[in-house]
């Protein structure tokens, strides 16, 4: 009796376990990200000759005052990791907000009028779910110029059709609703309909999504980065990292081990919270 009477809600306590512990790691990064400069005042971008060994390497973690070491041109890793991560992260979030807002006004709008304007929207939507997402990226902040603003326009311009797809696609379903027809045939407006009786149905899926898109955006943003088509020296991103210390991987693997460790956790507690905020949505 005890076995089968619990059964049902492991399913849950694993969903809820995996919530906790995704929020509580991306708590973790950020409050790393904001206050470790503070903690750790460093410039991440002064150049010492004086921070090299005397053959000009790097120094590896653990020397003196550099706990991750520093780099070809003796800057403190540590410094500059936090440096890159909190502008990884305030890229990747600023991006996915525009994003989400925008998919969300398109979705909305497309679903309220589903002839001519809504056909025109979505199919605006599908031309952008067809462009390759880090190709549309790249052009984008090669042609406004490489830096962090080019860098969230090109990353909103990813990420706002798969909201608006998936904001048009639950709108349509939740206006079949008899609680939704019950308020138009009473006379509710078009806005108040929306307000009352869709939006707070709709945007815990929305914001699921587009808690798994922060993933995705750290990701995509790393990709620029290694390219060499995100944001540009002195400044640094976890992606500029990676692709900066490309060539010491042998001789100082730290160098790319620690960006790489970051960029990981980062991903995966932002998998792990949408992911878990999904399910939990789809069980509403």
Excluded: C
């Excluded at 509580?24 to 000759?49: K, R």
């Excluded at 909305?108 to 549309?136: Q, Y």
């Amino acid at each position: 009796m005890i076995g089968p009477a619990l059964a049902p809600t492991r399913p849950r306590e694993r969903r809820s376990w995996g919530l906790g512990v995704g929020l509580a790691l991306f708590v973790m990064l950020v409050a790393a990200v904001l206050l470790g400069p503070l903690l750790w005042d460093i410039d991440p971008t002064y150049e010492s000759f004086t921070s090299l060994t005397e053959s000009g390497e790097p120094l590896d973690a653990g020397a003196e005052g550099h706990p991750l070491g520093t780099d070809q041109k003796g800057r403190d890793v540590l410094a500059r990791l936090l440096h890159a991560g909190r502008l990884t992260l305030l890229t990747a979030l600023v991006s996915v907000g525009i994003a989400t807002v925008a998919g969300l006004l398109v979705g909305l709008i497309a679903s309220n009028d589903r002839r001519f304007l809504g056909s025109v929207l979505m199919r605006f939507t599908d031309l952008g779910l067809a462009i390759p997402g880090l190709l549309l990226a790249a052009a984008i902040s090669t042609v406004l110029g490489r830096g962090t603003l080019s860098l969230i326009i090109g990353l909103a311009a990813i990420f706002w059709a798969p909201i608006a797809r998936v904001t048009y696609g639950q709108a349509v379903v939740l206006r079949e609703r008899d609680y939704v027809e019950a308020a138009l045939v009473q006379g509710g407006g078009a806005i108040t309909v929306l307000g009352r009786h869709i939006l707070p149905h709709l945007l815990p899926v929305v914001g699921a999504y587009a808690a798994l898109s922060v993933g995705w955006a750290v990701l995509f943003e790393a990709s620029l980065g290694f390219l060499g088509v995100g944001v540009q020296e002195p400044d640094a991103s976890i992606g500029s990292m990676l692709g900066d210390y490309l060539n010491y991987y042998r001789r100082h693997p730290g160098l790319i081990l620690f960006p790489a460790i970051f960029l990981g956790l980062l991903v995966m507690a932002a998998n792990v919270a949408g992911e878990a905020l999904r399910t939990r949505t789809e069980e509403r």
